[in-house]
C-alpha cells in the first residue's frame, strides 16, 4: 500500500553516463514534483507536472529532462552526470483540487527518495 | 524571491522537556503552513499543517500561526528521543505556480535522555 514509490533506491555511476529515477503514486493525486535534497539538507524544487503538463521548471541544466507519461508516474532522466549531480532526489506528489479549501489536501506527500552517488 | 528561514540549530532538550522550533516567511499572502520531519536517510513527513491564525494541537505537537508577524511555530511537549530529527518548515503561498511550497533550511533537534 506503498503511497509514493522510487526506484532505484541507490544509484551509484560514473561520471558522464545517462540515468533514469522513476516514481509512482497511488494516492490518485493530479500533481507530482521533483526535489533535490544536498548534503546540506536543503530541499530544492526542480519540476512539478500537474496532469501531465509541466508546471514548475526551476532552473535546472538541461541534463535534467522530466517525463511524466500519466498523472501517477514521473520519472527523471539525467544526461551526461556530473560530480555536483550527487545528492538525494525525492519524488513528492499532492491534489491541486484541494489546495484552494485549505482543508490539507494540498499536502504534499513524499517517496523514500533515489541517493545518486557520481564517481 | 520568497524566503523561509529557521534557526538552523541544532536544538538540543532534554527528554521531558518542550521543544520551541520557529520559522519566518516573507511573503506576506503565504496561505498555507507545513511542519516536516526528517530522519536522517530518509524521506519527509508530514507532522502538521495550519492555514488560520491560533493554534493547532496534534497530540503532542502544537502548531501556531501568526500571519501579521509571517511566524509560525511547532512545539513539542514531552520531547523523546524519538524526536530526534530535522524539522522543516514550509509555506505555499496565494499567488505562487499552483502546489509550489518553499521550504526552509530545517532545524536539527536533538532530545537527550
Known amino acids: 500500500d506503498t503511497a509514493v514509490s522510487q526506484t532505484p533506491k541507490y544509484l551509484v555511476t560514473q561520471m558522464g553516463n545517462d540515468k533514469s529515477i522513476k516514481c509512482e503514486q497511488n494516492l490518485g493525486h493530479d500533481t507530482m514534483y521533483w526535489y533535490k535534497q544536498d548534503s546540506k539538507k536543503f530541499l530544492k524544487i526542480m519540476f512539478s507536472y500537474n496532469n501531465k503538463e509541466l508546471i514548475i521548471n526551476e532552473t535546472v541544466p538541461n541534463r535534467f529532462s522530466p517525463k511524466s507519461p500519466d498523472k501517477a508516474h514521473l520519472n527523471l532522466h539525467i544526461n551526461s552526470l556530473e560530480l555536483g549531480d550527487s545528492a538525494v532526489y525525492f519524488c513528492a506528489s499532492s491534489s491541486m483540487t484541494g489546495g484552494l479549501s485549505g482543508s490539507g489536501a494540498d499536502t504534499q506527500y513524499f517517496g523514500p527518495g533515489t541517493r545518486l552517488t557520481v564517481l | 524571491q520568497k524566503e523561509v528561514e529557521q534557526n538552523s540549530g541544532p536544538l538540543s532538550v532534554p527528554e521531558g522537556a518542550i521543544a520551541s522550533l520557529n520559522c519566518t516567511y516573507s511573503d506576506r499572502v503565504s496561505q498555507s503552513f507545513f511542519w516536516y520531519r526528517q530522519y536522517s536517510g530518509k524521506s519527509p513527513e508530514l507532522i502538521m499543517s495550519?492555514?488560520?491564525?491560533g493554534d493547532k494541537e496534534d497530540g503532542r505537537f502544537t502548531a501556531q500561526l501568526n500571519k501579521a508577524s509571517q511566524y509560525v511555530s511547532l512545539l513539542i511537549r514531552d520531547s523523546q528521543p524519538s524526536d530526534s530529527a530535522t524539522y522543516l518548515c514550509?509555506?505555499?503561498?496565494?499567488?505562487?505556480?499552483?502546489?509550489?511550497?518553499?521550504f526552509g533550511r530545517g532545524t536539527q533537534l536533538t532530545v537527550w535522555p
Open positions: 495550519i492555514y488560520s491564525n
Open positions: 514550509a509555506v505555499r503561498s496565494r499567488g505562487s505556480t499552483l502546489g509550489r511550497l518553499y
